[in-house]
């Protein structure tokens, strides 16, 4: 039988390669430290399930395949509190940033075409991207640096003739970088002399530590028909599960192919975008608690992890993630032996092994992704299993 | 900028593209009949609300990309009372039928492979299709034949080297066409001897009024490469914003590049997962009354419709749409004229216009489909206001 090439190219996710080894020492009866998946344990806002709860139709219909109006309004509130005004019509919603993600690329790009990402990059961006046919050209950014790739130069010189889009995300996953609304606003720049679509994953938003300002592109005037914002209820309310996501645009070209796929699916699901409502009411003292809570989380995390010899790590600035370089030959091996061939008085870790974060081959061999996505003690006592697993390791 | 050519190619969806008309015309008072769309009004059973009810967890967390065990296996009980033994990695739980075909589509399909689809077919397919960069090679049928494509002869002339997999529904959207096990046997011998995946869209499996036994193409054994079935909730237990659908295949290959896909996109919704395993508890009864009421609906629609002069349609045996050729020009014209310039005592209907249905130019343009998911009475109406309307329209 013969399968498509495109997705022969595709991989399945670092995140999730290891589910089955994980599955088996949990059968062990091994305590693994989950910090290879951003899925928060902050509680979910009770008026969601407050929301779900009070559902009374007595049929469950398609919705809208752009979305429930009630949402679109939702999001459309939030956004004029950072200053946007939106119309519904630049809002369609997705099941999930992800599929608001495929909706874009794939009305977007041809074979052979190219989208500029910086790299590490969340590597489900490379499925995406790969299922459409064309090909990432990663800007290569490094630790040293903060993972800084808001340079002009740089940027300019991965455009050519094939490049349609650049791809950003900010606060970054997995970088945890963040830009400065100059360094933003020269990204948009760049997109639009070039007469790229600059497409901005901004699903972590609010989680952002040194007291910036909330940052969206779209504050930013006369980039309508370039600027594409992905957003996401999933980590900003801990609702990852809802699957309840957002292409925003003002390009009406853009969001009329984007609406063929969401007629295609015919809809995303009723009950989470109903719910999802109710999220986008909460005041701004709930970002502020959550952010505080992820703020110490990493600080605890980091100083726990830059005590260990021969980590390299630069300080996240936001998003709920640390990239590290750890003194081990090849991360992916390390997992598997984390897993099979460890514990730590009957516990151990996952991570998401680095080189999926990057398309630049053999680059990423030595690193990690760790999300502090758990308490700060439980993250305390993952990085003592992860310092005394590097020594064993390396001692084998 | 430049656009994606596969998704130029696409369309609005024909269910969908008189949205905005229709919104007119209701903001005027009138009262549209909705034979448009495959929603039925058939009450979503409470179970599923009362599952969604007493959801308890504190978080909303990502369910396993391939899906909660539990939905899994409450669709392996349903298969074990057809007869068909399923393994939980046979199962692929998707974000509705859609997901599970445009996951199946994508990693089988490359540019410029053909997929042999009995035309008339659901339109979607061919955004589906185009998306992946191949194209439709339709097998016409027609409605004095009631709509048969499983002839050997007709099958294999659509056979040729870049031919990849055939497509059926069964039964039927939009035809109501049922096959028979001899002949449903036949395609799957085909597909066998020509090493072609053949995927069978059975989401209306139970919606059969002639007295079969349920059939599935599973229930056939020596298949297991080819062979790949689309289920979904929606339909079945009327429960179409639930998007809860399936991938079932025992091909590993197939399903670990369906994975893929899968991971990519995280997971499909928690929610709606969890209280789908309460829709497949319900027992043979359920079907019983709903089987009964819809065959009711089709005889009252048939005999109306086929009583306006001009009007040929075959009966539809599955299913819940007729397919229809009517006296009139233009069926896409009609419509716009039925929404915008014509009402009966404040009232008209919308259907589904026939050329999308079509991959070969020039068909279907004075055909309908049209879904009998409204109670008798009202389709009763709907088809007066329709002879009325064919009269006008024809007069003006």
């Not at 929301?51 to 679109?72: C, I, K, M, T």
């Not at 409502?277 to 608690?289: I, P, Q, T, W």
């Not at 870790?349 to 974060?357: E, K, R, S």
């Amino acid at each position: 039988m013969k399968y498509s090439s495109k997705m022969e190219r595709c991989s399945l996710s670092p995140m999730r390669k290891f589910n089955k080894d994980a599955a088996r020492a949990e059968e062990r009866g091994v305590k693994i430290y989950h910090l290879n998946i951003g899925q928060p344990d902050i509680l979910t806002p009770p008026a969601f399930f407050d929301a779900v709860r009070h559902f009374s139709e007595p049929v469950l219909s398609y919705a809208p395949s752009n979305g429930l109006n009630a949402l679109l309004d939702a999001v459309r509130r939030y956004y004029a509190r950072l200053g946007v005004t939106l119309a519904r019509d630049d809002i369609l919603a997705a099941t999930g940033g992800s599929e608001a993600l495929m909706m874009v690329l794939s009305s977007i790009l041809d074979d052979g075409d190219e989208i500029v990402i910086p790299e590490p990059f969340y590597p489900n961006y490379y499925t995406f991207t790969t299922l459409t046919g064309a090909k990432i050209r990663p800007l290569t950014t490094c630790p040293e640096e903060g993972y800084r790739y808001a340079v002009r130069e740089r940027v300019e010189a991965c455009i050519n003739e094939r490049t349609r889009a650049i791809l950003i995300t900010n606060p970054g996953n997995p970088t945890g970088a963040v830009i400065t609304p100059e360094e933003l606003h020269m990204m948009l720049d760049i997109a639009r002399e070039h007469e790229l679509f600059i497409i901005c994953d901004e699903v972590y938003r609010e989680f952002v530590y040194g007291g910036e300002p909330l940052l969206s592109a779209l504050q930013f005037d006369g980039y309508e028909e370039n600027l594409v914002v992905i957003d996401s209820v999933s980590k900003r309310f801990s609702a990852c599960g809802a699957r309840v996501g957002m292409v925003i645009s003002k390009n009406p070209t853009l969001m009329g192919h984007a609406l063929k796929w969401c007629q295609g699916r015919l809809s995303s699901p009723t009950l989470e975008q109903l719910a999802s409502v109710a999220l986008y009411e909460l005041d701004e003292s709930y970002f502020d608690a959550v952010r505080t809570e992820y703020k110490h989380r990493r600080d605890v995390m980091l100083a726990k992890l830059r005590a260990i010899p021969g980590v390299v790590c630069a300080e996240p600035r936001g998003a709920f993630y640390v990239m590290a370089a750890l003194p081990v030959d090849d991360t992916e091996k390390f997992q598997r032996w984390l897993l099979n061939d460890f514990e730590d008085q009957g516990e151990t870790l996952m991570y998401a092994f680095g080189a999926p974060f990057y398309a630049t081959p053999g680059k990423g061999v030595n690193e990690v992704r760790m999300a502090y996505v758990l308490e700060a003690k439980e993250l305390e006592r993952a990085m003592d299993i992860l310092a005394k697993a590097i020594e064993q390791y390396n001692a084998r």
